[in-house]
């Protein structure tokens, strides 16, 4: 049996579910027409905007599914096409709340409708484009739930599929809320757990279990199976986003697409946060302190914060972590029962890229 | 057969469906606080905001599916508090782009996370407040979805009703948005169809038509059944909202709760505003014309635009308009084969509510 590099297969699906989301979205683009100008034009930006993704959500779908069953069918690039448009919309409404007037090498959507709407002389531009986008979001939403109820599978595993989204998306939610309250509390005192809560609920079992779940269920994988899939997915979310921390503090511009201190200047409250200040009896500790939220940084004072990440020991404790939750992970993926070499060998592929990229 | 009058029907729903409620989110509410206690928060603060909606929506699928069966089931209930969470989650969001800080004699969803968010010192707390509010309202969508995935009813059903819900919510999103970019343009010129549009598709099909073709549905009424019921739906919305519009203008706030001219303030291009400038041949037009959007009016200048309205001819067209729709909503009524007495009469009557209804 031939081994497919997991990029490989990627950008495979990537290539599928492009083409079923310009399908679907074209066809919702008629219908929404008819209500309105604007329903034709967000469906020209929704698409632009999904096309531009990575879709590692719709891979891991394919991933999922390929586990367990050889030949991926068209309705598991549907699933995947659901997922990018969940993670579309969520990424639409993120903007909004942080701001952020770029995503993905282009304007954000929200800011895409700021600036018609400055073009447009309309009235307070900024707020109209904010409200604009929370459409365009919630229409993604909506989008995505039409999409998962016109897969060609059997009712039951459809309504279950429909339940898990609808469940695994208010976590997210949950957890995002708690993500912009410690944004915005520049002094928030938070626990380890609270942490590794935000990294499972807002990143891991949404963008690594969930997939992997329903590829896995539509190929009528096992209770055990399943529920194994999900615990890999959460680890897997975890090493994922503790990377991310990692890139937002030592990652360059070039490579992450995000300038160098963002993460500091937000005040995010990772994991680095935590150790850096948990226990404070570091001398420099306070000032380092200081530095988090500040609007301007200087290259010597991100350099301070980087110092102090290895002195007080914190790069030592992220890499102990990281380990250890490769080895759950690893154990997990060795022990899933009845598997193929190939798949099993995506699976270990899928968690060494996650510890080791760079972008 | 004793007629229980439409009022009372809608009551007796009304309890059901909040019990319901209660059920739902005391469950989800369990799940939630696992992610953060701003998921336990949320759902009490969702909770206290649907209960004290009307629950129009979750009575009209209760009366779309009494009118083909007698006793109705636990489900319509569930169908119902769907509605209800699916409405509660678009005024969420609808408070945002208005900035309403009321709704529901009380602050506006995120108008609570604003002043949460000043009280405990928080960065920039209006704006975290909308980003909670969006959050909450994403939050409701997916319970909603989530209620209807679990209802007890023939799979097959299921993913129709999952269908329609998300295509009709589909196209309210996208007639907001036409709402939104209309509101923020202050010489936007508008046909007649248009506003029409934005009736059916904003108000009319979602508040009317969809609820009576879910209870239809589930209470297996014929094609032809359910199509004349999203009709007269649409219908009975356009009456409702033109009767919205009166209000807006001509109602006392102590009844709509409204302050009276807000919808001049705002610019609300409705059908008053349509036939008042369609045609611009009235000396007084354009003094007329520059009161729209004003954020200071004088009570005598309301006036002025009220004998407008009069001298006009407007209002005279208008309650053609009304008496037209109607008609054609009464011989569809008189129309829907093979349902009872009792049946027909609630239609009428809910008609006739929508037709003279002072709040």
Redesign the interface.
């Known amino acids: 049996m031939r081994i497919i590099g997991v990029q490989n297969f990627f950008n495979k699906q990537k290539e599928k579910i492009s083409r079923e989301l310009t399908r679907f979205l074209g066809q ?1 683009q008629k ?2 027409s ?3 100008s ?2 034709h034009d ?1 469906c020209d930006r929704l698409m632009a905007f999904v096309l531009r993704g990575k879709m590692m959500r719709g891979g891991l779908a394919a991933l999922g599914y390929s586990i367990f069953k050889k030949r991926i069918p068209e309705v598991i690039t549907m699933g995947g096409a659901a997922l990018e448009l969940f993670q579309a919309a ?1 990424l639409i ?1 993120d903007d ?2 942080d ?1 952020d007037l770029t995503r993905r090498g282009a304007d954000s959507l929200f800011y895409q409708y700021v600036r018609l ?1 400055e073009k ?6 900024f ?2 484009g904010e ?2 986008g ?6 993604g ?3 995505a ?2 999409l ?3 897969m060609a599978i ?3 595993m ?2 279950r599929l ?2 898990l ?3 695994e ?3 997210v ?6 993500d ?2 410690w944004g ?3 002094k928030a005192i938070i626990s380890e757990k ?1 942490i590794f ?2 990294y499972i ?1 807002k990143t891991g079992r949404y963008t690594f279990s969930l997939p992997l779940m329903c590829g896995a269920i539509i190929a009528r994988a096992s209770e055990t199976q399943i529920s194994l899939l999900a615990r890999i997915g959460e680890l897997l979310g975890i090493i994922f986003q503790i990377k991310d921390d990692e890139l937002g503090l030592f990652g360059e511009e070039q490579q992450t697409g995000k300038p160098v201190g963002s993460d500091i200047k937000a005040g995010k409250k990772n994991l680095y946060y935590y150790y850096l200040f948990y226990d404070k009896t570091y001398p420099a500790q306070e000032e380092i302190f200081n530095l988090f ?1 500040r609007q301007e940084l200087s290259t010597k004072e991100i350099q301070k914060i980087k110092d102090a990440v290895w002195e007080l020991g914190v790069q030592k404790k992220i890499e102990n972590k990281l380990e250890e939750l490769a080895g759950e992970a690893g154990s997990l993926i060795e022990g899933l029962p009845k598997i193929n070499y190939q798949s099993r060998q995506m699976l270990y592929e899928l968690m060494n890229y996650n510890l080791k990229r760079t972008a």
Chains 1, 2 share one sequence.
């Open positions: 919702k219908d929404l008819l209500v309105h604007l329903g967000v969520l409404h909004i709340m701001r709407a447009a002389n309309l009235k307070e531009a707020h109209t409200s604009l929370i459409c365009a979001g919630d229409l939403f909506f989008l739930y039409e998962l109820s016109a059997p009712e039951k459809k309504s429909n339940m989204f609808s469940s998306l208010s976590q939610v949950a957890a995002q809320m708690s912009v309250y915005a509390d520049e609270e809560n935000l609920y939220h």
